[in-house]
């Protein structure tokens, strides 16, 4: 059985944790063996790069945050997500390169297309087989995280609403740019409703193959 690429993107407040978790369940309940991860923090090392860029105090330059990002793909792609693809399993992740080239693209107002180049020669060109892109309005979204009592804002987070509307503008973009590897969900709904979307978009791409 050969291995599936699944990614989650979208802004703060999307559900991307809520919907991975959901989608490892059903993907496990069909019988596959599922590996589900994140960038950053999906290895030790990686664990300690997103401390780094997301906890530390005070600024970090946009292209340094830009490159340990790119740092921690690099080895989680290496050591964790090509050896579960190799091994005909099904990785379900949490924010991948298109996370890079709309936050430190759009969001940090660097070059997207150099961002995305750093982020592809570090996966040494994977891609996603395919990537669902929750989306949601950005003031609902943060409106969704101020509720959950067990919020922790990063450095990220904490950023304004123009920051947001950026990032969702350039997922959208991305979206149509590749409309063969994204499914765009309307993550506003309750948790089940975007299940059931998310879930048809995986069985299509599943059979597909």
Do not use: C, N
């Not at 940090?108 to 995305?116: H, K, S, T, Y």
């Amino acid at each position: 059985m050969t291995g599936a690429f699944i990614t989650l993107e979208g802004g703060d407040g999307s559900g991307k944790s809520t919907q991975a978790a959901l989608l490892g369940d059903w993907l496990e309940a069909q019988g596959r063996t599922v590996v589900r991860t994140r960038e950053p923090g999906g290895t030790a090392l990686g664990v300690e790069i997103r401390r780094l860029v997301q906890h530390t105090e005070g600024h970090v330059a946009p292209r340094a945050e830009a490159l340990l990002y790119a740092a921690d793909r690099a080895h989680h792609v290496a050591t964790l997500v090509r050896p579960a693809l190799e091994r005909g399993e099904v990785v379900v992740q949490d924010r991948y390169l298109d996370s890079s080239v709309a936050y430190q693209g759009a969001g940090r107002e660097l070059d997207g297309q150099q961002i995305r180049d750093l982020s592809l020669w570090a996966a040494d060109g994977l891609l996603p087989h395919l990537t669902l892109l929750l989306d949601i309005e950005p003031a609902a979204g943060r409106a969704r995280m101020a509720a959950r009592a067990d919020a922790v804002y990063d450095r990220l987070e904490e950023t304004g609403l123009d920051f947001a509307e950026r990032v969702r503008a350039a997922y959208l973009g991305l979206a149509q740019a590749e409309p063969e590897r994204f499914a765009v969900v309307d993550a506003s709904g309750t948790p089940d409703e975007v299940h059931a979307s998310v879930v048809s978009h995986v069985r299509a791409m599943l059979e597909a193959r």
